[in-house]
């Protein structure tokens, strides 16, 4: 189906956003007044510049506080109504948005209010505009979208039809089946917005904390459906208030909404994509640094060995159990140390992974590859971490691991068996995102890697509340978690972390402890709080004090696990799971949030 | 009353936090419990360093869920709450708040409620330790105050009293009437929170929202004073969840929240400030420049004429009506350009307003004056801008005015009366606020200045959401609006504004215009609007439009108003009211922001 979206839905001046939302790919915008009030472009202007970049201009929006009113209101509303009817003729636009009223002028007649708007509809008729008439879940007296249908099959004009909007229907939990019966030729036009589900006043809601489909918790893509059983065939258009999007790279977030509008038609059954290919789990955890030594002294106190050099590039792999972890000296910046660029992801089919990420408009990452190297193909999250897509040792299939050259063992940096430390594998992965592209994060994630995002969780730093909120493949297979600071002041820095897996989290503290691994020290205090907390027998809970393990459990199971102080921005957690346990320890989060300001001032 | 503060309320360690509030000059502490276990001290160094700090620890908080449950979870609630009691015993601390239960272990029976907490209080007071008992907003079956009370006047135990907290008690909107029937030594603690009114799930705007007294909508004092009535004797204690201050300064925000209890204890008729010498308007705005070319360019195209020299520094006094600007050009920052450092405030009594101020906490700004300059006293704003207290030209008293030399009339950059451009005086100033700190400054001038603070409003920038909050002196006397940017990042080079009035703007801005002032040019679709929306006379808009002249209106009279382009950080606005329009223009901000990116960007 076409695409649009209301230019209120972009940062920047109209003219910025008409080019971002062109090169995002969309047929039309809805021109939101205000952007068109504060443009030093004519209407004229407006009109070219949208031919220009083959936009076309579906919607002029919004027309307010019009229907049933007294007479001499109504002269006025009319007058008003003449004045912007000029307007989009200069603009050309065919279609004006006209919301229930919430004016105190406005009566509790819907018998005025169809009057009215059959008489706006034969004006507006005489300049070739159509009005669309939605009802505003804040309206004053029409605030459902079947009592806006009522009235305006009342008034009964072919230049008047309603104008649905997923946000206004669904967060008055109305009931969307009821679309069904508008016959889709008097849907002129239909608003697409998610939310968050959010107990509060339904008009800051919808002003502050919109989203793009697939970002909030509102089934958009039912709403969708159902729109196009009634024989909708107009555009689906995008229409969020959101504060942070207002203040992000308009270039950036038209991209995010064209591919929330890609995978919204998928989920509705309206268009196929390219099928998902959900990873399995951890192919690679790759690590750049300028100055390696910090960081494989780390991974050899924690066990890993190095096992392979590149055959082309100044890359060491480095193994223990099914945790493998790159390090990478090229393009590396020295003065922020050691970081996570990029993480693999084993895939069934890696080639229709990347057909589907770039479908949803992933950058696919440039490949400097090796003649000979083994084919590998990576796309860009939004957060800049590149994903690549791997087969690792499937026979029949060449393998990236292919690519390294053995290095014989006992060299130096190298471990033999009798010092792994029992890791098995990469738990998950914790990416600290960009502040103005953590929405963004959910659903890139969602949509293109088919991995199911939790609840949004704040966690207390002693600076301030960062959220999280993870994304996990089924059955837990991959799991990353999200991180979102409290503020966009020095994000860069913020550090990422591999989480290790082990089945005896015990045994492994053990053995890192007699090696002298730099772990993040607990505050005695905590343990005083769990043994209060879940009535822990003293031995277990001196033997998680001893080694500086956190616990925590639900319903499902256990979840122990430590950490390694910070390299550069990284840090390591070994993670051990008992029974179904799905989280992350979040609980924990603040404990092991303020002891890592302690470590980094080095002094109690 | 002595004034304590919890630990929540406040950034970083809980070494800072303590720190922080034994600076701000409080008596004691609310230790909240996850700060404690995050903490790498151990209970008994807390305990010294608070002793040492002359802070008491008046509260611990908080345990949860405890009562009114099955006699299994029952036992394990008292081994829990033994755990904490040994807690309590190493920190020194002799109170315990507990929050109603929210568990869905918790049965809906006060009988085996009181029967639980009779029995806590009992184990606790074996400790020497009492139980305060506190109804949650969200309480599972206890959610009011004079529940909680009832509940704790059954338990009838000596060492269970309840623990009354101001945002809990009126986000319900419970009358606190009913406090006075609670015998005042069963009030064992006192928490204080103010909150802006929102509609919002009350756990939401609890954890996220809540600010000091005064800050927000709730009446804080008249709950004080109702408790107070009932016979309470204990800490003032502030406990604020707000995520905003987790991420300012913790000695700033300490300074913050302490000015916050002197002036509560004010508005409750407790206690007794120096007086309040609300302004009557403005004596000057100062202007710090390296390079003052742009700036007195400015000044003289406005009309201004340099009338004055001062005796002893860099200082060039400019007048134009009532209308005083000081352009200063020692201690400017070249790069940033021209910047507003200080006002001038009339005052009818300078040292008493200055008493006030330092009683309140505001820095007094050094004095930096010669041995034979007039006094002139000034404190510092929340922003940093100094704010002089001036009796101007009044008879028996010296004036500012007679440290300037006056300067000859023709001299380069003056202006003979012929030259003038009707401005009278200024009208308001605009202050971008630090975004960590904007709850601070509307408190600042209400309690300091005796200024009103108006309801905050949003201001579309192209690049996001300013709010801007305007404090006011009875009748409009004095006008300062203050904005806050969407986010915290480049705050340093948002601009600043002096509005100046004018009786006759459109005679003012022709004036202008002749003389080729750079106006602010305004968008050709703001009038096209501005037309349809107030149907203004064809001739009327025609001047509006012609000199760039924007337009308000409101219930009681109407508001015109034209900027300059901005020079450094500043800008200047020339405002006409009539009738007793009240406002600032804040339905054109959106256009005024466009039109200054615009401007800056030197191109459509």
Chains 1, 2 share one sequence.
Not at 54 to 75: C, K, N, S, T
Not at 290 to 300: F, H, K, N, Q, V
Not at 422 to 450: K, N
Not at 573 to 583: A, C, F, K, L, S
């Amino acid at each position: 189906m076409r695409k649009s979206i209301a230019t209120v839905s972009l940062s920047g001046s109209l003219s910025e956003k008409l080019t971002a939302v062109a090169a995002a790919g969309f047929d039309g915008v809805e021109i939101f007044e205000n952007d068109l009030i504060a443009s030093p472009l004519t209407p004229e202007d407006v009109r070219a510049r949208a031919a220009d970049l083959g936009l076309a201009i579906d919607l002029y929006q919004p027309f307010r506080d019009f229907e049933a009113v007294p007479d001499e209101v109504l002269d006025q509303n009319l007058r008003r109504a003449e004045s912007k009817f000029e307007v989009m003729e200069r603009l050309g636009a065919d279609t004006l948005l006209v919301c229930s009223s919430v004016s105190p002028d406005a009566v509790d007649d819907d018998g005025l209010a169809a009057e009215h708007l059959n008489l706006l509809a034969g004006r507006a008729r005489e300049h070739g505009i159509r009005i669309a008439y939605e009802a505003l879940a804040w309206g004053r007296h029409i605030s459902t979208y079947d009592h806006a249908w009522r009235v305006v099959e009342a008034a009964d004009h072919p230049a008047l039809g309603t104008c649905l909007d997923s946000f206004h229907i669904l967060s008055r939990a109305s009931d969307p089946r009821g679309i069904e019966e508008i016959p889709g030729e008097k849907i002129f036009f239909l608003q697409l917005a998610d939310a968050p589900l959010m107990a509060m006043d339904v008009l800051q809601w919808s002003r502050h904390y919109r989203c793009f489909p697939g970002q909030g918790g509102l089934d958009v893509a039912g709403l969708l459906a159902h729109t196009v059983r009634a024989g909708y065939r107009g555009p689906l258009s995008l229409e969020v208030f959101n504060d942070v999007f207002r203040q992000a790279d308009a270039g950036r977030t038209a991209v995010d909404a064209m591919r929330s509008l890609l995978a919204l038609e998928e989920s509705a059954g309206l268009a196929a994509l390219p099928e998902t290919v959900v990873p399995s789990g951890f192919a690679f955890a790759e690590l750049t640094a300028a100055d390696t030594e910090p960081l494989t002294g780390m991974l050899g106190s924690l066990g890993f060995a190095r096992t392979g050099r590149h055959r082309g590039k100044p890359v060491e792999l480095w193994e223990q159990g099914e945790a493998r972890v790159l390090v990478n000296t090229s393009g590396s910046d020295r003065r922020s140390g050691p970081s996570l660029a990029a993480v693999g992801l084993e895939s069934a089919d890696p080639d229709a992974a990347v057909r589907r990420a770039e479908t949803l408009l992933a950058p696919v990452v440039p490949r400097r590859r090796g003649a000979d190297d083994v084919p590998l193909d990576a796309v860009a999250a939004p957060d800049g971490t590149e994903l690549f897509f791997c087969r690792t040792g499937r026979s029949g299939h060449p393998s990236w691991t292919d690519d390294f050259t053995p290095v014989a063992a006992r060299t130096a940096g190298t471990a033999d068996d009798g010092d792994r430390a029992g890791v098995t594998g990469i738990d998950h992965v914790a990416l600290p995102q960009p502040w103005h592209h953590f929405d963004e994060a959910a659903l890139f994630y969602r949509s293109v890697l088919g991995l199911k995002p939790d609840e949004s969780q704040d966690l207390a730093d002693p600076y301030g509340l960062f959220r999280s909120r993870a994304v996990a493949g089924p059955g837990g297979t991959l799991r990353i978690a999200l991180n979102v600071a409290p503020s966009p002041e020095g994000e860069a820095t913020r550090s990422q972390h591999i989480a290790l897996a082990t089945d005896d989290i015990v045994a492994t503290a053990r053995r890192l402890r007699g090696r002298g691994t730099a772990v993040l020290p607990i505050p005695a205090n905590y343990y005083d709080d769990l043994g209060a907390r879940y009535g822990l027998p003293a031995e277990r809970l001196g033997v998680l004090r001893e080694l500086d393990i956190l616990y925590d459990r639900d319903g499902s199971g256990e979840f122990f696990h430590f950490y390694t102080v910070t390299v550069g921005r990284v840090f390591f957690e070994v993670v051990q799971r008992t029974g179904g346990y799905g989280g992350y320890g979040a609980r924990n989060a603040t404990v092991r949030l303020a002891a890592q300001h302690t470590a980094q001032l080095g002094a109690v």
